[in-house]
């Protein structure tokens, strides 16, 4: 040891040999980061990385040793043999590419150490053959021992370098491989010996070497330089792509805003927090009141900006210091968190306030002011819920609370009792698809009656409930009900069918009209369902009338129309139901011929008392005079109304003062319908049929009454 100290201290200049231990440190630093990225990497960018670390090894090594050589005294005159320095480049250059690709092959635990070992002997042939190429006036000789220890420290050294960048990580690495390269190569220098032989007139200029030594430290610190600069983008790209990922996971797109998951991991820290503290949390659920209808009449575009427009609101309104948290967690859902510091409710309230203030403040867009408006549901903990799903779901039923009254009131705090409410809800959708089995639905029939004779022109089915233990239920509560559970197609192709058939036995022969519901265009083939129940029924098509609102057909316009123009084709009437409300508009008149519009009972209501829907009222009535549309009034339950509607020029009325909804036995009773033998299905030459239907033996589908 004291050897190769005396050697370095007393035969090599200092500042060079600092030159060469600095180079080859900042080198084996460099190296050990690039191969960390060996590991990770597979397929072209591992081959990339290999040659990359390769490269910045090789030429840290080579150039270690070239500088360190340089700083030597032999004290004689020196030389170098170009031929035999390249070969010493390119064997470490290519000795480390071998080593470090067996490093990494993960085919078994002792590959690195193995790879290492390799590396050790590419270091140890370049020392070598570099030293072959140095020449000196004299006589070379070995110490055979400090040259056999140079190689297996070479070996060793590089081996657990290697293994330790794979288990330990690059820090323990690069000291270890620096270890590896100064001792193989000061050790080989001791055991190096030089007996002189003076050639007269040769000499080495030392300003030269000098010059040779810097020019070569600097192009490898340039190389060096190069693998890290690589190192470093490649890590400020990977922090960039991992930044926008994270950005991508946790935040909505189009809003900004964080998104569910993120809302659901901010939400357990709030709990924690609130449980640590003894605070209490306010979990809001917010529902948007009329995005649905923005995005069916101005388009989804729109609604995107709506949308993008209410982000950027809440992201100004939030104070995260405050304990303010807002999310968007669905498509048109958004919740949010405040933290209750104290006992009252002001801070909350306040909050509540601002969040209104944001949904509900005009949005112009397009040169119009859109207000999208929202129900707000509000749920503490731990007073309505003792964890997070029960907390949430506790909210959503405030929402939904909030959402579902006809009063302007927009926020609503969970309250126990509707927990019960859900559930009754819940019981009556079960019983509700056992109603036909258990035949507790029926369908009664209103009367449309001619404005100007009184002589009745047909009947509109109307269904009904009546529920053994709840009695009569309203349309108005099951009906929606249908709607969300998907029994309304099962529900309307009943009413359809047993209005059908009956009607087909009706004198005088007058129309029956039947509702459609939006999620029957929605879901089925509606017009080859038309066609078998009329095959079916015997029913000729221009006694049947189909009516739907305007909202039924605005999900999918020119789907529904194309269905609606097929059935119009059989023959069936097709009615623009509680026209003048909604979405009514003058384009969906255009775009379908309607046979009938229905005008909506409020107008009706009013006319006597508004001035604006009296306007209305006679706007309806010329339009559908403009449009050679008859017009149907409903809701006429006074004389005056009658009179109003038929001096307007109404064609047709219908309400309680013409007739209450009936049964058809109480119908029957006041003599105005009467049942004649029912006649037998018509002729495939009857009913035009695109489908083929009459061509085939058609069997009841659905329960008959």
């Not at 357990?268 to 009449?297: P, V, Y």
């Not at 058809?664 to 002729?683: C, F, H, S």
Request: charged share 20%; aromatic share 8%; with cysteine.
């Amino acid at each position: 040891m004291m050897t190769v100290l005396g050697c370095i201290v007393y035969e090599h200049n200092i500042w060079l040999v600092l030159v060469a231990v600095l180079l080859c440190g900042t080198g084996s630093w460099v190296t050990s980061r690039l191969f960390s990225k060996t590991t990770t990497a597979t397929g072209k960018q591992r081959i990339g990385w290999q040659a990359m670390t390769a490269l910045s090894a090789g030429v840290a090594i080579w150039c270690t040793h070239f500088v360190a050589m340089l700083g030597y005294d032999a004290g004689v005159p020196i030389g170098f043999d170009l031929s035999l320095t390249v070969v010493s480049l390119l064997v470490v250059l290519f000795g480390n590419a071998i080593g470090f690709a067996v490093a990494v092959s993960n085919r078994h635990p002792i590959m690195p150490a193995s790879g290492g070992a390799i590396v050790g002997l590419a270091i140890s042939t370049m020392h070598y053959t570099g030293m072959m190429a140095y020449r000196v006036q004299g006589i070379v000789s070995w110490d055979r021992t400090y040259l056999i220890a140079s190689i297996v420290f070479s070996v060793g050294l590089s081996s657990a370098a290697l293994h330790f960048g794979m288990r330990k990580g690059s820090n323990v690495m690069a000291v270890v491989l620096t270890l590896a390269i100064a001792v193989l190569h000061f050790t080989g220098m001791t055991a190096f010996k030089v007996e002189p032989m003076y050639v007269d007139g040769s000499f080495s200029n030392p300003d030269s070497l000098w010059t040779l030594a810097i020019a070569i430290s600097g192009m490898a610190f340039v190389i060096v330089a190069c693998g890290l600069v690589s190192y470093l983008i490649d890590n400020g790209t990977r922090a960039e792509t991992m930044a926008h990922l994270r950005q991508m996971a946790l935040y909505d797109a189009l809003t900004g805003l964080p998104n569910r998951a993120n809302f659901n991991e901010r939400l357990e820290k709030e709990l924690a927090l609130a449980d640590a503290q003894k605070i209490r949390l306010a979990m809001i659920g917010i529902d948007l009141n009329r995005f649905k209808e923005i995005n069916d009449t101005r388009g989804h575009h729109v609604g995107d900006d709506v949308l993008t427009d209410l982000g950027l609101r809440l992201k100004h309104l939030v104070r995260e210091d405050k304990g303010e948290f807002v999310a968007r967690v669905g498509g048109d859902e958004f919740a949010a968190l405040f933290r209750i510091q104290d006992d009252e409710m002001v801070g909350i309230n306040r909050f509540l306030k601002r969040l209104e203030t944001v949904m509900f403040t005009p949005i112009n867009i397009d040169e119009a002011q859109i207000v999208a408006g929202a129900s707000f549901g509000v749920a503490l903990y731990p007073d309505d819920a003792t964890n997070k799903e029960t907390l949430v779901s506790n909210a959503d039923l405030a929402m939904y609370r909030a959402k579902s009254q006809l009063t302007e009131k927009r926020v609503c705090f969970y309250e126990a009792g509707m927990d019960k409410a859900v559930k009754a809800r819940r019981c009556m959708a079960a019983d509700l698809r056992k109603a036909l089995s258990r035949d507790e639905l029926s369908i009664h029939y209103q009367v449309q009656t001619s404005v100007s004779t009184g002589e009745i022109t047909g009947y509109e089915a109307l269904l009904r409930w009546h529920h053994p233990e709840r009695g009569f239920i309203p349309p108005s509560d099951f009906i929606p009900l249908a709607e969300e559970n998907g029994l309304i197609l099962q529900l309307g192709e009943w009413v359809l069918r047993t209005a059908c058939a009956a009607a087909a036995s009706w004198e005088p022969a007058c129309k029956v009209a039947v509702n459609l519901s939006a999620v029957q265009f929605a879901a089925g083939d509606l017009p080859k369902l038309v066609m078998s129940i009329l095959l079916e029924t015997g029913l000729p098509p221009h006694r049947l009338e189909l009516e739907l609102t305007e909202t039924a057909i605005l999900k999918d316009r020119e789907r529904a129309f194309h269905m609606l123009r097929q059935i119009k084709s059989y023959g069936v009437s097709i009615a623009l139901d509680d026209f003048g409300i909604g979405y009514s508009s003058i384009d969906t008149l255009r775009s379908f011929p309607f046979s009938k519009i229905k005008l909506d009972r409020s107008f009706i209501d009013e006319s006597h008392s508004s001035q604006e829907a009296l306007t209305i009222i006679r706007t309806v009535l010329a339009l559908g005079k403009g449009l050679k549309i008859p017009v149907l009034a409903e809701g006429v339950e006074t004389r005056e109304q009658l009179s109003l509607l038929e001096s307007e020029g109404c064609g047709e009325a219908q309400g309680y003062l013409l007739g209450r909804p009936a049964s058809l036995d109480q119908i029957l009773a006041t003599g105005r319908l009467r049942i004649i033998e029912r006649p037998l299905p018509l002729p495939r030459t009857a009913i035009h049929d695109p489908f083929g239907l009459s061509d085939v033996t058609i069997g009841k589908t659905g329960t008959d009454s």
